[in-house]
Structure formats: structure tokens, C-alpha cells
């Protein structure tokens, strides 16, 4: 067993010099998949006590223990129109004007959903819209109809698939416990709401949605992840979530490379759930302006010195730069210095180095433990902000055990 966990350690340090060449790497699911030595609670649910475990979060996938996101009564919501430069989807239903002619379904064919003057329904397959899309606001309204039957993931399943690959959960979430990476408001089986907000069902709901499409190489590799803020009814659930890759049933996330610019999906689940008032905005892309140089990295023993270069491609000066280093808390891994490194101003064309001394404390499993580098800058008149996704390896200490389980959260 012994040598089996050197050969793994050697490998996915390997791997750590190609995943810090991209700046970002999928989680090594083969190193998780169903290692209940690792994991040995069980939870009565609901939800599952024997799927993949998050390496970024330390849960399982639709983890029955994982707690249920506090309830948080939105109050009463007002519902307006479109703003004047968004791009409609889907009409309000004020006017009658619900239309499927931005619609089709997924093969290309006619659209299969119902519609009435003020909703459309789901029903027949998915809704895909015919335009692709790159990062943006969308907004879209939802409801649960009042007649919904069923617990759990049944009562309005149906979902807000961003880039036709990442599903931000539709569902009956009122009054209604589901695992909480499964409820409304998640990134499925990625990231729960910050809170519960939802309606009851036969009520109108809404998202807000800042979406910025993950970047991939020419090769295929990641260059910077998806990346998430919503609000749900106006309550923000998800803040900056980065997106480890598309969102699949009972299993580990992972990429497969596509362009920013992809349709809209809406799922079909087999529940009639009703939608309106759908459009979008798009934002301007900020992903090809920051890059981080790998080759500067480097990892030694517990003290790892991570280096990166913030490199301005663009053809305007990048000011007011700063990179947040952060890692999840009880992870072992403390980052210095905390809080912002000031860059300051990035020239066009020109690049600027940051640096942080990363301490990691001991401890048992191989999983990497992914810090999150934020840069926030200036550029024209307008801020952006970037996530990226460092994974670090931590080098197991000779007296921990197979089943020393003290990196996990206290979850039961
Ligand atoms: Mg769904």
C-alpha cells in the first residue's frame, strides 16, 4: 500500500507541473472514486453516502451529510422588464408575447415545449437557444406549478444549463430537502446555495446570473476555469463559484473543451415547469487579457514558493491590479501574504510577477487542495475579475494513517 501511495504521490506531482501549466486542472477522480477508507461517515440523508468526493470541498457528491443552506425569505419580489440592451429570449408574458422562435430543441428540430401568453412549459425535450452565447448576465424567471407532486429531486426538476454544460439547479426547493449540491440555486453537484431562497411552488421565482465561460488551450487543456455569481429571487447564492468542469449525475466534474460562445439549454426532467422573461447581456471578455506563466512555479517540500507572472495581452494598460491568493479553510494550507497583492499597473504587452510562500501542515490524503488566485484589474473604464485554480499536493507526513480523516470538515 505504501508503495503504491508513492508511486501515486510521484505521479500527481507530475501532474502538478502540467495542471500549474495551465494555471487549473480537473480533480484527479481516480484518486477518489468511492475510497470509503477516506470517507468512512454515513449520513441518513438525503443523499448519497458512497459517490466521488469533492477534493475542492471535501464532500461527496450530493453528500448526505453535507448541511442544508439556511432558509432566507426573499420577501416580495417585483418582476420588470428587460432592460433596454438586453437581448430577449423569452418573452415576459405582460403582452401575450411568448414566442419560441429563438428555441429549438437540441437536434436542431422545432421546439417541443408548450407555451400559453404568459408562460412557456417544459414538456417533450430540452429547449436550446439558437443563439451561442459567451460570458453574460442572464436573467431568467421560473415557477414550480402549485399542482407539483413528488419529494426530493422530482417536484420542478428542470435546470439553467449555462454553455449547453453546466446546470444551475431548477427545482421545488421550498419546504423541500434535497442534498443541498442538488437544491435550486446550486451548482449542480458542485456547490449549494449560499442559502436557501425559494418560493413556494405556483409563485414566479428568478435568477440572476453573471456567467463567464471557461477558456481552453489549443491543446485542450484548461486555461482558466468557469466562473459563477448568482441571485436567486435577489438573494446572492453563488459568489465568484468557480465551475470544476460540466455537471454529471453521481460523479466527479470534469471539462471537455468547447468554445466560450455556446446555446442556452433549459432541461427537460420530465416535470412541467413553467418559464418567462428570459434574456441576456453580454459582458466584455476579460479571459485572454490575464494569463498566469507556469513555468515560474515551483513546489519543495512543506514551504511552497508559488510564483506566477500576471501577463497583459492586450493593447490597453491593465490598472488598479491586485491577486488574492486563498485557500479553503481547514484545508492545512496557509498562504502568506494574506489578502491582496498589489500589482498595481500592467503595461501592454508586458508582464508583472507575484509571489507567496505557502505553508502546508500536515496531513493524510493525496488529495490536491486547489487555492483559488483572483485578479481583479482595471482596464479602459471597466473592472474585471478572473478566477483561476492552483492544485497543490500535499506531501503526507510518515505517522499519518490511511484513515486519518482530519482534513475532512466536521460534517455529522
Ligand atoms: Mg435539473
Known amino acids: 500500500m505504501a508503495d503504491n501511495n508513492k508511486v501515486s504521490r510521484r505521479s500527481v506531482l507530475s501532474t502538478v507541473g502540467l495542471a500549474m501549466a495551465s494555471g487549473f486542472a480537473v480533480p484527479a477522480a481516480a484518486d477518489h472514486d468511492g475510497d470509503a477508507e477516506q470517507y468512512p461517515e454515513t449520513c441518513a ?3 448519497f453516502n458512497n459517490t466521488p468526493v469533492q477534493p475542492w470541498s471535501g464532500w461527496r457528491f450530493g453528500d448526505a451529510c453535507r448541511p442544508q443552506p439556511p432558509v432566507v425569505d426573499p420577501g416580495e419580489l417585483t418582476f420588470s422588464e428587460p432592460p433596454a440592451d438586453a437581448t430577449v429570449l423569452l418573452g415576459d408574458g405582460s403582452n401575450g408575447d411568448i414566442s419560441l422562435d429563438n428555441w429549438e430543441s437540441p437536434d436542431g428540430s422545432p421546439p417541443k415545449w408548450n407555451t400559453t401568453e404568459n408562460y412557456a412549459e417544459v414538456s417533450g425535450d430540452w429547449l436550446q437557444s439558437k443563439e451561442t452565447i459567451g460570458d453574460a448576465h442572464y436573467h431568467v424567471e421560473w415557477r414550480v406549478p402549485s399542482d407539483t407532486s413528488g419529494s426530493g429531486q422530482d417536484p420542478g ?3 439553467v444549463w449555462l454553455a449547453s454544460n453546466y446546470e444551475i439547479q431548477v427545482l421545488n426547493s421550498y419546504e423541500n430537502p434535497t442534498y443541498a449540491d442538488g437544491m435550486a440555486g446550486a451548482l449542480y453537484g458542485e456547490h449549494p446555495p449560499l442559502v436557501n431562497a425559494a418560493k413556494p411552488p ?3 421565482q428568478s435568477y440572476d446570473i453573471i456567467w463567464r465561460a471557461p477558456r481552453f488551450k489549443d491543446n485542450g487543456d484548461v486555461e482558466s476555469p468557469g466562473v459563477v455569481t448568482v441571485y436567486w429571487n435577489d438573494v446572492l447564492v453563488q459568489s465568484q463559484t468557480v465551475v470544476h468542469g460540466s455537471t454529471p449525475y453521481k460523479a466527479l466534474p470534469e471539462y ?4 466560450p460562445e455556446m446555446p442556452l439549454q433549459l432541461q427537460d426532467h420530465g416535470r412541467p415547469v413553467q418559464y418567462r422573461n428570459i434574456w441576456y ?11 498566469f506563466d507556469s513555468d515560474q512555479l515551483t513546489v519543495e517540500d512543506r514551504t511552497t514558493n508559488l510564483k506566477a507572472s500576471i501577463s497583459n ?3 490597453s494598460a491593465l ?7 486563498t485557500s479553503p479553510s481547514n484545508s492545512g494550507v496557509k498562504v502568506l501574504p494574506k489578502g491582496k497583492t498589489r500589482v498595481d499597473r500592467v503595461e501592454a504587452g508586458s508582464s508583472k510577477s507575484v509571489s507567496w510562500t505557502v505553508v502546508r501542515l500536515p496531513f493524510a490524503d493525496d488529495a490536491p487542495h486547489l487555492l483559488t488566485a483572483t485578479v481583479s484589474y482595471t482596464i479602459g473604464n471597466t473592472q474585471e475579475e478572473v478566477a483561476y485554480q492552483l492544485p497543490l499536493y500535499p506531501e503526507p507526513s510518515s505517522e499519518n494513517s490511511e484513515n486519518d480523516d482530519s482534513n475532512h470538515p466536521d460534517k455529522c
Open 202 to 204: 405556483g409563485e414566479w
Open 45 to 47: 440523508g438525503p443523499g
Open 256 to 259: 471537455s473543451p468547447h468554445p
Open 319 to 325: 490598472t488598479s491590479v491586485s491577486v488574492t491568493l
Open 313 to 315: 495581452s492586450s493593447s
Open 281 to 291: 447581456k453580454s459582458l466584455p471578455t476579460p479571459a485572454s487579457v490575464v494569463t
Open 157 to 159: 426538476n428542470s435546470g
